[in-house]
């Protein structure tokens, strides 16, 4: 059974840099042919896929957010990383890593398995 967890700050101040880690148990983050993604969801609204690395180490950004986007992997640790710059309180929203057989996807059946999800708002 795989399972993600995703880990970091829940609070932090506009203008910074947000950093979310995945730590994945029950598989290996470069078994083909997976896509671990970031997914997001802000009150009031769906599902934003933010960007992912597949099982070669490559990565796949949203054109809305990509100039902020940065994901990268330790396989040693089976964990993948979202970084994300310059937040603002619009970035305010529980993250997701999830695992798929593609990225960009956001609607929910399209992801087999899903972290919990973390809060994070972005606040002085």
């Known amino acids: 059974q795989v399972q993600l967890q995703e880990s970091g700050p829940g609070l932090v101040k506009p203008s910074q840099t947000l950093s979310l880690t995945c730590t994945v148990s029950g598989g290996s983050i470069t078994t083909s042919y997976h896509y671990w993604n970031w997914i997001r969801q802000s009150p009031g609204k769906g599902l934003e896929w933010m960007g992912a690395?597949?099982?070669?180490?490559?990565?796949y950004y949203s054109p809305s957010l990509e100039t902020r986007t940065a994901i990268s992997r330790d396989t040693s640790k089976n964990q993948f990383t979202l970084r994300l710059h310059s937040v603002t309180p619009e970035d305010t929203g529980v993250y997701f890593c999830?695992?798929?057989?593609?990225?960009?996807?956001?609607?929910?059946?399209?992801?087999?398995?899903w972290g919990q999800g973390t809060q994070v708002t972005v606040s002085s």
């Open positions: 690395i597949d099982y070669s180490g490559k990565t």
């Open positions: 999830a695992r798929a057989q593609g990225a960009g996807y956001t609607r929910r059946y399209n992801y087999d398995y």
